[in-house]
């Protein structure tokens, strides 16, 4: 006899039982831990039918060889879609922002952390961080496969500070649309001054509108990986000013 028919997320392994002989042979072979002995490990790309030919001997030493069947279902997470976006990326400290999950009709989400949202289980939960806060949200298809996105929310202070104005230390210019640009991030600027420099310290990138990063391009071609240098000088909404510095690390 052999286990019944299950269901695994493709990248998962399940453990195929089969019982009563002398011998087994599995059919196909492919992603099977052994294919010649009772239990195997069977770590499928996709839906298949294993074969095993069990051979007994009866009472009177005959040889007989019985051929059954198990079907492994395998549930892809990636036919199916998860995204998270926030309505506000920056907030002030004591403000709020609704973070949304844009995925496929008929599924159920789950926010982590929960402590600062009003509903972890909702698609638009309000986000009241009290500080900086990356908000991932999973979801599980009929499978049980899990898939997760993350956003971010960057809590600032009313204070016009270096601690509360931000530069990300990485940032990935890929086009996934994660993090693509480097911005500087800061409620309370009023006026910006943002360069980059390479190693060599040629400036690369200039702004003064905080509305506009580097998205990692030196004169029309993509820069290479590697750790850049930055300068910023700010102006605040209450007349305070600040300057500073710091590097930052392109990955593609």
Request: aromatic content about 10%; hydrophobic content about 35%; overall charge negative.
């Amino acid at each position: 006899m052999v286990s019944s028919n299950d269901s695994i997320c493709k990248g998962n392994n399940i453990q195929l039982i089969a019982s009563g002989g002398i011998s087994y042979t599995w059919l196909p072979a492919t992603g099977l831990s052994n294919s010649v002995i009772a239990d195997p490990v069977a770590n499928p790309d996709t839906t298949t039918t294993y074969t095993v030919s069990i051979v007994t001997v009866d009472l009177f030493d005959d040889t007989c060889v019985q051929n059954q069947t198990i079907t492994i279902y395998v549930a892809d997470p990636s036919l199916y879609s998860i995204s998270a976006t926030t309505d506000d990326d920056t907030l002030l400290q004591g403000q709020s922002t609704i973070i949304h999950a844009i995925t496929d009709p008929g599924l159920a989400v789950n926010w982590l952390p929960s402590a600062s949202l009003n509903n972890p289980g909702s698609f638009n939960p309000i986000a009241a961080p009290q500080s900086t806060t990356t908000y991932t949200v999973s979801i599980l298809d009929s499978e049980g496969c899990p898939k997760t996105a993350s956003v971010t929310v960057y809590v600032m202070s009313k204070e016009c500070d270096v601690a509360n104005v931000f530069v990300p230390n990485t940032f990935t210019p890929n086009g996934d649309g994660n993090n693509d640009i480097l911005y500087v991030r800061g409620k309370e600027i009023s006026q910006l001054y943002f360069a980059v420099y390479n190693r060599r310290g040629e400036l690369i990138f200039e702004t003064t509108n905080i509305n506009i990063g580097w998205n990692g391009m030196y004169k029309g071609a993509k820069a290479d990986p590697d750790v850049f240098a930055w300068y910023l000088r700010a102006k605040c909404f209450n007349e305070g000013e600040l300057e500073n510095k710091g590097n930052v690390t392109l990955i593609r």
